[in-house]
T-cell receptor
Framework: GENVEQHPSTLSVQEGDSAVIKCTYS??????FPWYKQELGKGPQLIID?????GEKKDQRIAVTLNKTAKHFSLHITETQPEDSAVYFC????????????FGQGTELSVKP | DAGITQSPRYKITETGRQVTLMCHQT?????MFWYRQDLGHGLRLIYY???????DKGEVPDGYVVSRSKTENFPLTLESATRSQTSVYFC???????????FGQGTRLTVV
């Protein structure tokens, strides 16, 4: 079955710096790749997603890139702010399914003011 | 707009007891999902449902039972709780098969 590996497990950056989180997936049939942000005591919230017919997608300070050949995708956060501190999860699914997801292990991002 | 709500938020139960976690959504979403979250594993899909009376297994279904008699409710039952089922459980829903999933606030379950 599908396996999603996420790195790093923890990431600490200074406010204003960029943060990059990387994920690799094993099943070449996967074609939907969402990123979720989870704040303490809350459920995951979708922040950006990408489908396999697109190589890059941007939304203000957040961008996601997808390399289908290498089977990896990355989350880029520019100009980080303290409120970006949270746990971030990548995920993958087949058949463009929005909710039947295989998640990575998570990255705890800490943005120091 | 209540969205998706889970109850209870916290639950402590004893090994061998039956416990039911509730999930209710007000959006009339077709799809609903149950995930468990454990350190080092991210979130893993337990069961999902495409519509009322249609359910299917996810990645880790053993020890769990679900039902969906109404579109808005998707309860998860642990028929005989074990310590390995100590976890945070998240319910989610999506409009249809191909749209994003929205997650509830979670239920922290401890089995002692």
């Amino acid at each position: 079955g599908e396996n999603v590996e996420q790195h790093p497990s923890t990431l600490s950056v200074q406010e204003g710096d960029s943060a990059v989180i990387k994920c690799t997936y094993s099943d070449s049939a996967s074609n939907y790749f969402p990123w979720y942000k989870q704040e303490l005591g809350k459920g995951p919230q979708l922040i950006i997603d990408i489908r396999s017919n697109v190589g890059e997608k941007k939304d203000q300070r957040i961008a996601v890139t997808l390399n289908k050949t290498a089977k990896h995708f990355s989350l880029h956060i520019t100009e980080t702010q303290p409120e970006d501190s949270a746990v971030y999860f990548c995920a993958a699914s087949k058949d463009n399914q929005g909710g039947k997801l295989i998640f990575g292990q998570g990255t705890e991002l800490s943005v120091k003011p | 707009d209540a969205g998706i709500t889970q109850s209870p938020r916290y639950k402590i139960t004893e090994t061998g007891r039956q416990v039911t976690l509730m999930c209710h959504q007000t959006w009339s979403h077709s799809y609903m999902f149950w995930y468990r979250q454990d350190l080092g594993h991210g979130l893993r899909l337990i069961y999902y449902s495409a519509a009322a009376d249609i359910t299917d297994k996810g990645e880790v279904p053993d020890g769990y039972v679900v039902s969906r008699s109404k579109t808005e409710n998707f309860p998860l039952t642990l028929e005989s709780a074990t310590r390995s089922q100590t976890s945070v459980y998240f319910c989610a829903s999506s409009v249809n098969r191909n749209t994003e999933a929205f997650f509830g606030q979670g239920t922290r379950l401890t089995v002692v």
